[in-house]
């Protein structure tokens, strides 16, 4: 003789109340659990520096900028340290590296320009990276990339240095210093732009520098007289291979 238990109504009330019972835990586990993800800071990127085909970046990492002064440790402009190498064959005129600072959330703080010239085939050098207006506890990350290169063979000579000096007789007078980098002799033309305070054009000068060896340094004067009622306030220059 075969005898079948149905189960009571009870009971199964009992197995419903039970299930809602675990999906209400479970629901609420879910939700403690994303409103603890919601409340999780934001965090800065991984730091990184990328360079391109002709400049490979070694290695890169925040400075330690925190030096004592008279027993007080004050934080100093923050900075990225960089060990770049030219990898190619050609030899490097100019660099141009940008730089993003972030703070601790992962906000950009602040963007930086830096230039390097002159990096020959195969060498390699460290160069910093500073921030012009934050510390070093500020910063918590960065991202810099090579913005673009330019090779000797298109840049030939470049500025060492220049400043502008004005005479009693009210004159400008412009010298400084140029460099030839590439590996042939070269003629070079400065060309120099007056401005008044109000940065309106007032004059232009040039200077050719002739026969300057590979590798040397030339230095150069310029005097520039403006006409009465104007006063120089400043002035650009720019710099040319002249071709033969």
Same mark, same amino acid.
Request: hydrophobic fraction near 45%; charged fraction near 20%; aromatic fraction near 6%.
């Given at each position: 003789m075969f005898l079948a238990f149905a189960p009571t109504f009870q009971s199964l009330m009992e197995v419903i109340a039970l299930l809602e019972v675990e999906t209400i835990a479970e629901a609420a586990s879910a939700n403690e659990q994303a409103v603890a993800e919601?409340?999780?800071l934001p965090k800065p990127p991984v730091p990184s520096a990328t360079?391109?085909?002709h400049i490979t970046v070694f290695k890169h990492d925040l400075?330690?900028?925190?030096v004592d002064l008279l027993d007080d440790r004050v934080n100093a402009p923050a900075g990225i340290e960089l060990a770049i190498g030219n990898v190619s064959d050609t030899s490097i005129a100019t660099a141009i590296f940008e730089a993003v600072f972030y703070d601790g959330q992962g906000n950009i703080l602040e963007t930086v320009k830096h230039r390097e010239v002159d990096l020959p085939s195969g060498t390699s050098r460290a160069i910093l990276i500073k921030s012009l207006q934050y510390e070093s506890n500020?910063?918590?990350s960065y991202a810099v990339r090579l913005l673009r290169t330019s090779t000797v063979d298109v840049e030939k000579v470049q500025f060492r240095r220049h400043a502008i000096n004005t005479t009693k007789a009210g004159d400008a007078v412009i010298q400084g210093i140029v460099k030839n980098i590439c590996n042939v002799k070269v003629d070079a033309a400065i060309?120099?732009? !007056?401005?008044?305070t109000d940065k309106e054009t007032i004059g232009t000068r040039a200077v050719v520098l002739?026969?300057?060896e590979p590798g040397t340094v030339r230095q150069y004067e310029?005097? !520039?007289k403006p006409q009465a009622g104007d006063l120089v306030g400043g002035y650009g220059v720019a710099i040319g291979e002249i071709a033969t």
């Amino acid at each position: 003789m075969f005898l079948a238990f149905a189960p009571t109504f009870q009971s199964l009330m009992e197995v419903i109340a039970l299930l809602e019972v675990e999906t209400i835990a479970e629901a609420a586990s879910a939700n403690e659990q994303a409103v603890a993800e919601s409340k999780e800071l934001p965090k800065p990127p991984v730091p990184s520096a990328t360079g391109n085909l002709h400049i490979t970046v070694f290695k890169h990492d925040l400075i330690d900028a925190v030096v004592d002064l008279l027993d007080d440790r004050v934080n100093a402009p923050a900075g990225i340290e960089l060990a770049i190498g030219n990898v190619s064959d050609t030899s490097i005129a100019t660099a141009i590296f940008e730089a993003v600072f972030y703070d601790g959330q992962g906000n950009i703080l602040e963007t930086v320009k830096h230039r390097e010239v002159d990096l020959p085939s195969g060498t390699s050098r460290a160069i910093l990276i500073k921030s012009l207006q934050y510390e070093s506890n500020q910063v918590q990350s960065y991202a810099v990339r090579l913005l673009r290169t330019s090779t000797v063979d298109v840049e030939k000579v470049q500025f060492r240095r220049h400043a502008i000096n004005t005479t009693k007789a009210g004159d400008a007078v412009i010298q400084g210093i140029v460099k030839n980098i590439c590996n042939v002799k070269v003629d070079a033309a400065i060309i120099v732009t !007056f401005y008044d305070t109000d940065k309106e054009t007032i004059g232009t000068r040039a200077v050719v520098l002739k026969d300057i060896e590979p590798g040397t340094v030339r230095q150069y004067e310029l005097k !520039f007289k403006p006409q009465a009622g104007d006063l120089v306030g400043g002035y650009g220059v720019a710099i040319g291979e002249i071709a033969t």
